[in-house]
């Protein structure tokens, strides 16, 4: 049993990432190829990606260097535990569970959602009365990747889809 429940109909997801603003994605969909291929984040992707998120941890990620960025996400992209794949990234100063999963959504190969507010009321859940662990964060990926499969559409469009419906609706 889920604690997911989708606000609209899953024929819709295409309608609602269409309705998106993709020009906003423009700067940190074209980091994704390169750290795919390269196997980490640099500093300067690394720090495009959390303001792309959230402007406001600006000063706290900033105090990650080039070196620890690397290697903290070296690991995280390259490991097969998928545990320590998110909670590895939470270790980087101004990264917490939404942002390890952005740079999880542009770094990995694998699908991963975008944990955010919006989505997760579009899945019927109050972020407010969440808790972010990783029993949570398991059942979100799975349910997500169940979403884009059925649909057929790109991880990037079932988070597009979640995100501009609460956007409209909430």
Not at 6 to 23: E, M, N
Not at 63 to 90: C, F, G, H, M, Q
Request: charged share 30%.
């Amino acid at each position: 049993m889920t604690m997911f429940s989708l606000r609209f109909k899953k024929s819709q997801l295409p309608f609602w990432a269409a309705r998106y603003p993709a020009g906003y994605d423009l700067e940190v969909e074209a980091i994704a190829p390169r750290v795919r291929k390269r196997g980490y984040f640099t500093r300067d992707e690394f720090l495009t990606l959390c303001h792309w998120k959230t402007p406001r941890s600006k000063p706290r990620v900033a105090r990650n260097d080039e070196a620890y960025i690397r290697a903290v996400t070296r690991v995280a992209l390259s490991t097969p535990e998928e545990r320590l794949r998110v909670e590895v990234l939470t270790l980087l100063d101004g990264v917490r569970w939404p942002t390890a999963s952005v740079l999880l959504h542009f770094g990995h190969r694998e699908p991963y959602p975008i944990l955010d507010y919006r989505a997760l009321w579009s899945l019927g859940v109050e972020a407010a009365q969440v808790r972010y662990e990783f029993g949570f964060w398991q059942e979100y990926v799975q349910y997500c990747r169940g979403l884009a499969e059925e649909s057929n559409l790109s991880m990037r469009e079932v988070d597009r889809a979640l995100w501009q419906y609460a956007k409209e609706k909430q």
